[in-house]
Nanobody, 119 residues
Framework: QVQLVESGGGAVQAGGSLRLSCAAS????????MAWYRQAPGKQRELVAT???????NYADSVKGRFTISRDNAKNTVYLQMNSLKPEDTAVYYC?????????????WGQGTQVTVSS
């Protein structure tokens, strides 16, 4: 059973920073990719950033230049460093991990962590 546990959310003023962590119960090298999603009230869940097992990253246009995704395989943890936060970044942030085994895709989610940015 794979567990993903997010932490690091909270309330911050616009322009501030937060670092989210996603701790996995299994070796994260087996997940490809890992990602952060977010869901604001009344909106659909959207992809924020992804990182492959090789370390390649991709970002939503709305966070490029402000957010950085990284992974520490030794700690089985993925991070999302969020700088220059804006009120529109307010959402519940979810960690996601994908594993493909014998051609079958398995999708895992954390419980989410709330990020609130005030103006």
């Amino acid at each position: 059973q794979v567990q993903l546990v997010e932490s690091g959310g909270g309330a911050v003023q616009a322009g501030g920073s937060l670092r989210l962590s996603c701790a996995a119960s299994q070796n994260i090298f087996s997940f490809n990719p890992m990602a952060w999603y977010r869901q604001a009230p009344g909106k659909q869940r959207e992809l924020v950033a992804t990182i492959t097992s090789g370390g390649s990253t991709n970002y939503a246009d709305s966070v490029k230049g402000r957010f950085t995704i990284s992974r520490d395989n030794a700690k089985n943890t993925v991070y999302l460093q969020m700088n220059s936060l804006k009120p529109e970044d307010t959402a519940v942030y979810y960690c996601n991990a994908v594993r493909v085994v014998v051609g079958r895709t398995y999708d895992y989610w954390g419980q989410g962590t709330q990020v609130t940015v005030s103006s």
